[in-house]
């Protein structure tokens, strides 16, 4: 039987501890989370029946501010891979050096199934459970995996009906209730501002770079797209329909208008073949960004992918066998704490200005996100460097000194 997800993760710290010299004490409380709560969630139909789905929110560590994680909607979300997700927040907060703890939340649930009336019912019955372990300075959630902007208004008015008006309490929020000019964007965008700086750092020229993206959702289209304005080539592109390829390159901005009005990509009309998301990981390229789900990366596929660079753009992509074996074969992976680190940097320049209630404009906030990433990539491949490890050991490495340091000042641990 294989590791579980969580496992995963905390093998990832391991890999990492030894790096820093992580005392027996503070490696207990670094490898467990602080709370999880599972909350019971009826959900009336729009055709009478009743459906009672499960909510999980886990609070991993909150010695370095409030804890910080979207909120996912999916049939696998389970208390298991939340607490996974929640460690590598914690990691990936402290990595790009923002006052943020590490946590996640999901509900059990395929989405595509429900009316827009039923997610609205089902996401305020879920922010009433948790509304007591969530706040402004206590726990903000974020969107991720098939919510948005439209889901976090509903939980920021759930939130506020009893609390006042809270913007602050999620981000991912639409413009007119306090968003961030540029936070949609963050994550796909700052997934490419990592690339850039690797590129930049080892002579390559992002103009001929061949990109393929599995996952086409808020991610990987603006990564894309992204992608696409740096000048690289996006030869291949997929989501949960199927996926593309053009050695030629993909119109991207073509089949991001496709996907924006409902469609999935193997709905563009334009030159390309039709593929697999399985085909799209062994793609011919130079660059691969898997920004869908977990674990699609593993001991059976590793060896096939031809990209000389992984991107993580999704969280936890990779598990530790398949990261092995990759790194065996030279292929350089930028781990997800750092490449996909853009989401909650964009949330916490969101978060700050609805406490200051002022507003950015757009280049602002892309300068910071494009300043913030660079720093963090810099910082990890010189740590790489130094103790001659990899990417991924380096940036564990940094985010755990950062934590440890928070947690033994505030005397949780002497």
């Not at 103009?207 to 993206?213: K, Y």
Request: charged share 20%; aromatic share 8%; net charge negative.
């Amino acid at each position: 039987m294989g590791l579980t997800a969580f496992e995963a993760v905390n093998r990832y710290f391991e890999e990492a501890a030894g790096i820093v010299g992580l005392s027996d004490e503070m490696h207990a409380v670094l490898t467990t989370t602080y709370r999880e709560i599972s909350v019971q969630i009826p959900v009336r139909l729009d055709n009478g029946d009743l459906s009672v789905v499960r909510g999980y929110r886990v609070q991993h560590n909150g010695a370095r501010g409030p804890f910080k994680g979207g909120i996912r909607y999916h049939p696998t979300a389970q208390l298991e891979e939340i607490r996974a997700l929640a460690a590598l927040m914690t990691w990936k907060s402290a990595l790009v050096d923002i006052p943020f703890g590490g946590a996640k939340g999901g509900i059990a649930v395929d989405p595509t199934t429900m009316s827009q009336d039923e997610l609205q019912r089902m996401t305020r019955r879920f922010t009433n459970g948790i509304a007591h372990l969530i706040g402004v300075y206590q726990d903000i959630p974020a969107p991720d995996v098939n919510t948005n902007a439209q889901t976090m208004a509903w939980m920021m008015d759930a939130y506020s009906a009893t609390h006042g008006y809270s913007p602050g309490v999620v981000t991912g929020k639409p413009l007119a209730l306090g968003g961030a000019p540029g936070r949609e964007q963050a994550t796909g965008r700052g997934v490419i501002f990592v690339l850039a700086a690797y590129a930049a750092e080892h002579g390559l020229e992002m103009r001929n770079l061949r990109v393929a993206i599995q996952g086409f959702g808020n991610v990987g289209s603006w990564a894309a797209v992204s992608a696409a304005d740096h000048g690289c080539r996006v030869v291949a592109a997929s989501d949960r329909f199927g996926g593309l390829a053009n050695a030629g390159g993909l119109d991207v901005s073509a089949l991001a208008e496709v996907v924006a009005k409902g469609g999935g990509v193997p709905d563009y009309e334009g030159a390309a073949d039709h593929i697999s998301n399985d085909d799209l990981l062994a793609a011919d390229c130079d660059v691969l960004i898997p920004a869908a789900l977990g674990e699609v990366i593993h001991e059976g596929n590793a060896s096939a992918i031809q990209a000389t660079v992984i991107v993580e753009a999704a969280n936890y992509p990779t598990t530790p066998d398949a990261d092995k074996i990759l790194g065996d074969r030279g292929v350089i992976v930028i781990p997800d704490i750092l490449a996909n680190a853009g989401g909650v940097t964009g949330s916490y320049f969101e978060w700050t200005q609805d406490i200051q209630e002022f507003i950015w404009k757009e280049e602002r906030f892309n300068t910071e996100l494009k300043d913030r990433l660079e720093h963090a990539y810099a910082a990890t491949s010189s740590m790489a460097k130094v103790k001659g490890c990899t990417l991924r050991q380096a940036a564990f490495a940094i985010g755990i000194a950062r934590v440890a340091e928070a947690t033994r000042l505030r005397g949780y641990v002497d």
